[in-house]
């Protein structure tokens, strides 16, 4: 029997919303036991410096370098972090001396993999320190240096959750957060992932620019506008879309695209049907029409973004991943909990048909108090 560690893993989204907290239990193959799991908001101070430290990211020379607001902004999302697990732990009367280990994934500030950068701020030894407990962090950085994109990651978690699910294959589990990612799973030999292009980051930005909101509360404003088709097929023109798995995506890879002069709802109406129809166009790409589809991520939530995917993969079945049990919330910091685990046994994080590596790859670096 494989040793079992507890992990805990903390998630911070290109959504710029805050820090997922689950706890998991499993041997980096296996799930044994979903822990309860949380959330840590980021104040608006700190996602103001989140956003400038975005915008400064791509100056970057060196993905070790921290100029000007980015050792600030680094500093913040370490200690937000720290905080993150101290508020869980104690909720939850857990012991640090009961957690093996803590899986850490930053914020991501810089995605370009073809020039071999990606940035994830967060200080791990920091972490370590402040925690007293071993962190792994830095999970891209050796994909990425040995040829891969670096991401997505949690294709490996998503196959673990698939083991358990009583579905006719290939599966599809999606995952809806700022991007939109992929994980192609048939059968116990195939895995192919890639992101699809946006998930919500766009609708957040209009929302927010035009109501005031940060987000379209369960596909709302959507529900009410007209998808205005020509605009959408435009964008879809965008060279990403047309690319095979695997592949991936700067949060600002199409912030370019602008719905300005439509109103509040036709606008949320046309962007929420950008990510669902550029989720579809996975399809063809793929080695089989996917039977079943998995919506994981805040997107999940999204109503409008689920019927728009039904009318588009139709005859697949669509289901939320709450509907199953899995935590749409929740998946991403386990996925990085169960990461980190793999990691320190070794295990690959990545395949030649998730991000591209040449070889199997495990990562991640380790902290320790
Ligand atoms: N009740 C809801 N109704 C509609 N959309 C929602 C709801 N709750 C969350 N969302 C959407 O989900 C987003 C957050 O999703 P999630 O936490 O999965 O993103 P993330 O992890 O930051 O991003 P990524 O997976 O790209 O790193 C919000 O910004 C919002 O657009
Ligand atoms: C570089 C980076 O941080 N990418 C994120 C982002 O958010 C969603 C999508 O783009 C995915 O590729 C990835 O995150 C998930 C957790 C992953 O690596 O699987």
Redesign the pocket.
Known sequence: MAIMLTAIGL???????GV?VALIETDGKQVRAFGPSGYRAYTDHERGLLRQALNEAPNLLHREARPGILREAERIVTLAHAEAVAIFTSHNRISYEDIDIVGFHGQTVLHRPAEKMTVQIGDGPALAKAIHIPVMHDFRAADVDAGGQGAPLVPVYHRALAQSLEREGPIVVV?????S?ITYIDGPNTLIACDTGP???L??DHIFRTMGQ??????RTAAQGAVDVAWVMRALQHPFFALPPPKSLD?NDFASLKVRDMSPADGAATLTALTAEAIARIVPLLPKEPKCWIVA???A??LTMLRMLRERLDPATVEAADALGWSA?AI?AQAFGFLAARGLKGLPLSYPATTGVPIPMTGGVIARP
């Open positions: 998630m911070s989204g290109t959504s710029l919303d997922d995952n809806i957060g700022g991007v990612n998930g919500n980051a609708l957040d940060p987000f379209d509360c369960e596909g949060r991520g805040g997107g939530r999204n919330d991403e």
